[in-house]
């Protein structure tokens, strides 16, 4: 490897790891802020906030989106994408962790790759290996540990609606992965668009329910900020400069892991929850799960 590249790959390895920090910060500041603000208003917040910054981003960057140039298919994807991210995703992830632990909503979350894997039958027509089936199972019975606490006799889920609603939000990010793989269009001019098209349904959200929109107080205002810039926005563009480094997505790819491991070491220290051996064992399982998927597909790809 020439020294160029060896400099670019480094890059890559700090960028992906910073990415990597901000995303394990998330299931903290859900928590911390919802403590200050109701979680459709933390959505709206955020998503603006999200928007505006990469409208700033992508408007002085070299590829910026020419409005003018918008024709009726780019909007028509990104109302749909919008629809399921940041709108549906968020809000059924937020009002999930208003109800649960942020180590329980947040490991639960994790499971989206596993999502993915059973979506891809119907949208993208794909068949299910057995493999990919025992990888499922795997990941599922992670759920349940985590679920439950651990207390598998019993089996009384810890709070059936929140659960449901963590799991629930993975499948939409799942949907939104696989409409986001179709299109290829250029990255931060896209999701600044779905950012858009996500403020407005949850306006329009805000105001059918007849709670309308608060300016919020300080804390919550900084929390949603925080949340807009390095969750829905920074982040990602972070995120995509690194994969560009690289020369192997893999390389960097797989780094994604050790966020859900960072996250519980953040709640421990901000919220104050106390990670539980079963949220650590669960989480271990769903993240075996995934990678014995990924495996499964890289040994039938050779």
């Known amino acids: ?9 480094k890059k890559a390895y700090l960028l992906a790891l910073l990415a990597v920090v901000f995303w394990s910060t998330m299931s903290s500041a859900f ?8 979680f459709d208003q933390m959505l709206f917040w955020s998503a603006l906030s999200g928007c505006i910054t990469l409208l700033a981003i992508n408007q002085i960057s070299s590829q910026r989106l020419r409005f003018k140039d918008l024709n009726r298919q780019a909007l028509l994807s990104s109302a749909i994408m919008g629809l399921f991210n940041p709108f549906l995703y968020y809000l059924v992830l937020f009002k999930a962790y208003d109800l649960l632990e942020a180590q329980v909503a947040g490991t639960l979350n994790y499971t989206w790759p596993i999502a993915l894997v059973l979506l891809s039958i119907p949208f993208l027509k794909q068949k299910i290996k057995p493999l990919s089936i025992v990888a499922v199972f795997i990941s599922f019975f992670g759920i349940v540990v985590i679920s439950t606490n651990g207390n598998l006799r019993i089996f009384e889920l810890a709070n059936p609606l929140g659960v449901s609603l963590a799991v629930g939000s993975a499948f ?3 949907v939104y992965w696989i409409l986001n793989m179709k299109d290829k269009r250029e990255e931060t001019g896209k999701i600044m668009l779905n950012l858009f098209f996500g403020s407005v349904y949850i306006l329009a959200y805000l105001l059918a329910t007849g709670e309308g929109i608060h300016l919020p107080i300080r804390e919550a205002l900084a929390g949603s900020l925080y949340i807009g810039l390095f969750e829905m926005s920074i982040t990602f563009i972070i995120w995509l400069k690194a994969l560009n480094y690289s020369a192997n997505t893999a390389k960097v790819g797989n780094l994604i892991y050790l966020s859900p491991f960072f996250a519980l070491f953040w709640i421990n220290l901000t919220v104050g929850e ?3 051996t079963s949220t650590i064992a669960g989480l271990m399982l769903i993240i075996f799960g995934i990678v014995f998927q990924q495996f499964s597909d890289m040994k039938k790809n050779k």
């Open 31 to 38: 928590k911390l802020t919802l403590t200050y603000i109701p």
């Open 274 to 276: 106390t990670i539980r």
């Open 1 to 9: 490897m020439t020294n160029n590249k060896l400099t670019n790959q």
């Open 172 to 174: 939409f990010w799942a």
